[in-house]
């Protein structure tokens, strides 16, 4: 009957994927999302840039002049920091949070995370909080926190912020907005994520995605930690804004339904071991009943054997085998001597 039990509960465990996979995927899909957003305001994104059309700058308005005629050209520039508001304005209304969707603000301010929000806040809120970035745009940029970046220290702590302060039943964003410029002499930003991919790794840590914002960075540096995300942490995704050719919002939807695909294929894994670990302790369980059913029909068979052995009629028959042995024997005896 256990053997009938574990085939049925294999044939069940392998329909159930098919059964109930697009109910999952939808309960996936309308989980509510947590934002950690992480803008760089320390003084090398104060610098200007001549923007290049992309999706991720053209969505509030024309950043780049369109000329009234053939020989008239105008350049305009704008701040990294505007920009990196822009990309991340532009992102939210294209991923059109819902109303059950919050956020949380954190400005880089040299080698500390400036709280902005005190908080997740509902992603309502998020027009009123653009005032704050708005008004930082316009700091002064002539204190000494503004000099110095640690951006390693500032992607650990929103990593572990997410990680600590957003509930299991929510998906996990990062949107992390920077030059790549680093000035401090603290942890620098690659070291940062090998060392947090090995513990996403070891606590398996529930994080959607992080959609980086590399703002008008070197291209050296845009390709070391491009390189080092790729390598440690497959679930981020590099963003270049500013650069020869306009990043559009199709390359991002690409990159996120690779990420969804993924993540699918990981909880399919999970399932598959786990079935398949609850397979091997049935087998355990199985081939322990039939070692046990195995002794007790040894000890049985011995328990009938010395039943038989110990009878008043094979002990009987025992010694009448041997009387007659005997009386046998003393026959023999005297036709050989006579």
Known sequence: MKIIACISLVV?????????????????????????????????????E????????ECKGKLVPEPEDQTQVEIKTVKRITLARISIQCWLEHENPSETDRFQLFFIQGTYM???TSGF?????????LVEVKKEEE??????????????????????????????????????????VESSSGSKLCGVIDEISRDFRSRNMDITYILFLAIAARKDD?????????????TAIFVPIITNEGVT???????????????????????????LTEMEEQLTEVSGERDECQNLIDSRERYFYQEIISSPLIIALSVILIVCSLGILLGVKRLLFT
């Open 114 to 116: 400036e709280n902005v």
């Open 12 to 48: 069940v465990s392998f329909l159930f994927p098919f059964i109930f996979g697009a109910e999952r995927a939808s309960t996936y899909e309308e989980k509510p999302t947590d934002y950690v957003i992480v803008l760089d305001a320390t003084a090398s994104m104060y610098a200007s």
């Open 222 to 234: 845009y390709i070391k930690v491009n390189r080092c995300f790729q390598n440690k942490f497959p």
């Open 50 to 57: 001549i923007p290049i059309s992309s999706d991720f700058l």
């Open 139 to 180: 700091e002064n940029i002539s204190g000494p926190d503004k000099f110095e970046t640690d951006l390693g220290a500032a992607f650990f702590e929103a990593v572990h912020f997410c990680i600590e302060n957003s509930p299991p039943d929510k998906r996990k964003v990062i949107i992390f907005a920077s030059d790549l």
């Open 249 to 275: 919002f199709e390359h991002y939807d690409t990159v996120v339904e690779i990420l969804k695909r993924n993540e699918d294929l990981r909880l399919e894994n999970k399932e598959k071991e786990e079935e």
């Open 121 to 129: 806040q509902p992603i309502s809120k998020w027009e009123e909080f």
